[in-house]
Antibody
Framework: VQLKESGPGLVHVSETLSLTCLVS????????WSWIRQIPGKGLEWLGY???????NYNPSLKSRLTISVDTSENQFSLKLTSVTAADSAVYFC????????????WGPGTLVTVSS | SYVLTQPPSVSVAPGQTARITCEGD??????VHWYQQRPGQAPVVVIS???ARPSGIPERFSGSSSENTATLTISRVEAGDEADYHC????????????FGGGTKLTVL
């Protein structure tokens, strides 16, 4: 299975950041699909996951601005983060886990998003 | 939220043993996963469930956990081990939310 993030590399302050993770080589079914971000030079921050059927779980620090959804017809899942600020500039990764006790593997290569005024 | 604390940096000479710690409240009761991240790349699992080594990871990598500290041990360190290492747990007390440590930069002298 391979994951690949896509989306705009530049978003303006107060706009909505939209990213997509295309999954190839396996179905979305039965797994937890997460978004994780990393400010360059800093640690990893889990943003949230979606499980097929619509179950979602978000990092409380972002919950009011974040939506993660799945598109089974395209075998992909997406992130929408509203009202972005410069603090949302980061490399965004998508990743899979078999269950909510398991490690994240595999990961996508990541995509750099810069929020600019 | 569940807090994991890692030292920002660890330095070791080639051939020596590196130990990277990850501190968290009662971490022994959680499964700890460790990732290696090289510059410009995505993290890769090197240890899962405290001490399991995935296929393809050298035997030099090992993990342990007790009370409030989990430890990633890299024996006979090589130059190629220089990378950032991150610990990760799922916090089931918070509707199964993932938590990461701040990451440790391993420098091979």
């Amino acid at each position: 299975v391979q994951l690949k993030e896509s989306g705009p590399g530049l978003v303006h302050v107060s706009e909505t950041l939209s990213l997509t993770c295309l999954v190839s080589g396996d179905s979305l079914r039965g797994y937890y699909w997460s978004w994780i971000r990393q400010i360059p030079g800093k640690g990893l921050e889990w943003l949230g996951y979606v499980f097929l059927g619509g179950t979602t779980n978000y990092n409380p620090s972002l919950k009011s601005r974040l939506t993660i959804s799945v598109d089974t017809s395209e075998n992909q899942f997406s992130l929408k983060l509203t009202s972005v600020t410069a603090a949302d500039s980061a490399v965004y990764f998508c990743a899979r886990s078999d269950a909510t006790a398991d490690p994240f593997r595999p990961w996508g290569p990541g995509t750099l998003v810069t929020v600019s005024s | 939220s569940y807090v994991l604390t890692q030292p920002p940096s660890v330095s070791v000479a080639p051939g020596q043993t590196a130990r990277i710690t990850c501190e968290g409240d009662k971490i022994q009761y959680k499964s700890v996963h460790w990732y290696q991240q090289r510059p410009g790349q995505a993290p890769v699992v090197v240890i899962s469930y405290d001490s399991a080594r995935p296929s393809g990871i050298p035997e030099r990598f090992s993990g342990s956990s007790s009370e409030n500290t989990a430890t990633l041990t890299i024996s006979r360190v090589e130059a190629g081990d220089e990378a950032d290492y991150h610990c990760h747990v799922w916090d089931s007390s918070q509707f199964s939310r993932a938590a990461f440590g701040g990451g440790t930069k391993l420098t091979v002298l």
